[in-house]
């Protein structure tokens, strides 16, 4: 390994390189250390900062469409990552670690490889692409400090192309590549579910699907309980608002695909236990753009609260639908995914009023707590300008999952050592990004905060620090 001096020498001279030439172009890996080491960036001759907006560089020649994102099987590398609490090279025992002898499956004698099949293409084209970037910047923070036993991650991604038979392929290639699973992100997830359990690698990754969620292996970052009957773990949230704007006649808006009309089903669950059951559902078609008639029907029927399964676009149409008939639920809810600032850009004034309650803190409390600000610095080095929202949030908090159980196996990790300890994280707090989750025991979190679009921006409004448990 380098000695300090050496390595900032280099990282100077990179960004040296890097601005005077301004036309070429950074790994994000390259970019972030670069800014890690200077505090300053590159904008690009065309006036870009000289980010990549598809799956970045390292992907095999001729690959790429033309819009510059990954198909099929192709590895992308990346660095990234966290600090949590340990030093360059990561500590086990008080002691820097060093690397093993170990050379399994996605060990090197200098790197880790990581695996993530996200859905990239397809129908909603770049739709894990945030997911995505919330592992490299959580990789990069870490490979700043020297990786985990002197060893680098690196991130290799595939994408299923929206489809189930492609995400099962496409796992089964990475459970030969990767020591683990990280942040992948896609609704047909379902495809790989059987897959990480038969070859024994640990999905630290948001499940979507049925048969995801209840994959034995699957330690996902945002649980939901798979026992049939058991709904979104949504209650505590739910009685809230019933406390506090007295909701009393719940919708649901989903997009019908198989994964919205199954989250519908499990949401339906949950208000009936809140005591308060569901009085319309609204399934829409995937391509649909106008939502006047499910907004003015929902107008008719006094709905006052109003949860979806649905992508951002969608959400956001639905917020302009009910600005264009004149009619707001006292909760527009939408769901989780809504949390980011496009949201924010695509329904402008129709977001104002938006509620929604978060199992994470977000980034706008970043002066309230630090691992947040962790995540925002990193981020912004690695991805600058993409959006950092529910699904970037939530894919940090799986690399950060992964890195701890990655420093637990000490110097020869193995894909079995992961998965043991996974099945171990019971109470896992981010060092205080989430209010505590039960990933091995698939337990739905019971510990939210509420935010609330005011003025333009999202604003935490309760509880006054940390969340409600």
Same mark, same amino acid.
């Given at each position: ?32 250390? %670069? =800014? #890690?080491?200077? @505090? +300053?960036?590159?904008?690009?001759? *065309? &006036?870009?900062?000289?980010?990549? /907006?598809?799956? !970045? ?120 590549? %990767? =020591? #683990?699973?990280? @942040? +992948?992100?896609?609704?047909?997830? *379902? &495809?790989?579910?059987?897959?990480? /359990?038969?070859? !024994? ?133 939408? &769901? ?134």
């Amino acid at each position: 390994m380098l000695p300090k001096r050496s390595i900032a020498l280099a990282l100077s001279l990179l960004l040296l390189t890097a601005t005077a030439a301004c036309g070429s172009r950074l790994s994000d890996e390259e970019r972030a250390l %670069a =800014i #890690a080491a200077s @505090g +300053s960036g590159c904008a690009s001759a *065309d &006036g870009t900062d000289g980010s990549l /907006d598809g799956a !970045g560089e390292g992907q095999a020649a001729g690959d790429a469409p033309a819009d510059g994102l990954a198909t099929g099987s192709t590895i992308v590398t990346s660095g990234g990552g966290r600090g949590g609490s340990t030093g360059a090279g990561g500590a086990v025992g008080g002691a820097t670690c060093r690397p093993g002898s170990a050379t399994g499956i996605g060990v090197t004698p200098t790197e880790i490889n990581v695996g993530n099949v996200s859905q990239i293409t397809g129908l909603v084209p770049g739709f894990a692409q945030t997911s995505i970037n919330g592992v490299k910047a959580y990789f990069n923070m870490i490979n700043s400090q020297g990786g985990v036993c002197g060893r680098k991650l690196t991130l290799l991604t595939a994408d299923d192309r929206f489809q189930s038979a492609t995400n099962r392929a496409e796992t089964e290639k990475m459970a030969g590549q %990767a =020591i #683990a699973l990280v @942040g +992948s992100l896609s609704v047909v997830d *379902d &495809g790989g579910a059987p897959i990480i /359990d038969s070859e !024994g690698i640990a999905d630290i990754s948001l499940a979507t699907t049925a048969p995801r969620i209840a994959a034995k292996n699957n330690y996902t970052p945002n649980p939901i309980d798979p026992t049939p009957d058991a709904g979104n773990g949504l209650g505590g949230i739910l009685s809230y608002f019933k406390s506090t704007d007295n909701i009393s006649k719940p919708a649901i808006f989903y997009q019908d695909v198989a994964t919205g009309a199954n989250q519908a089903e499990s949401y339906k669950k949950d208000f009936e236990r809140a005591g308060i059951p569901v009085v319309a559902t609204y399934p829409v078609a995937p391509t649909a753009t106008n939502f006047n008639t499910q907004a003015n029907d929902m107008k008719q029927k006094g709905v006052d609260f109003v949860i979806t399964v649905a992508e951002v676009n969608a959400m956001a149409n639905l917020a302009k639908a009910f600005e264009s008939v004149g009619y707001f639920p006292k909760v527009p809810f939408y &769901g989780a995914q809504v949390y980011g600032q496009r949201f924010l850009q695509l329904a402008g004034k129709a977001a104002e009023g938006t509620k929604v309650g978060l199992i994470f803190a977000i980034p706008e409390d970043a002066a309230n707590n630090p691992a947040v600000a962790s995540l925002e610095t990193w981020y912004a080095r690695t991805a600058p300008g993409a959006d950092l929202d529910f699904f970037s949030v939530v894919s940090w908090l799986a690399a950060d999952m992964f890195v701890s159980a990655l420093r637990a196996a000490g110097p020869d990790p193995t894909q079995a050592k992961i998965v043991a300890h996974m099945k171990t994280v019971t109470n896992y707090t981010g060092n205080g990004l989430v209010g505590g989750i039960n990933p091995a025991q698939k337990k739905a979190p019971k510990c939210f905060n509420v935010i609330e679009v005011r003025n333009g921006k999202w604003v935490k409004t309760f509880p006054a620090k940390g969340f409600q448990c």
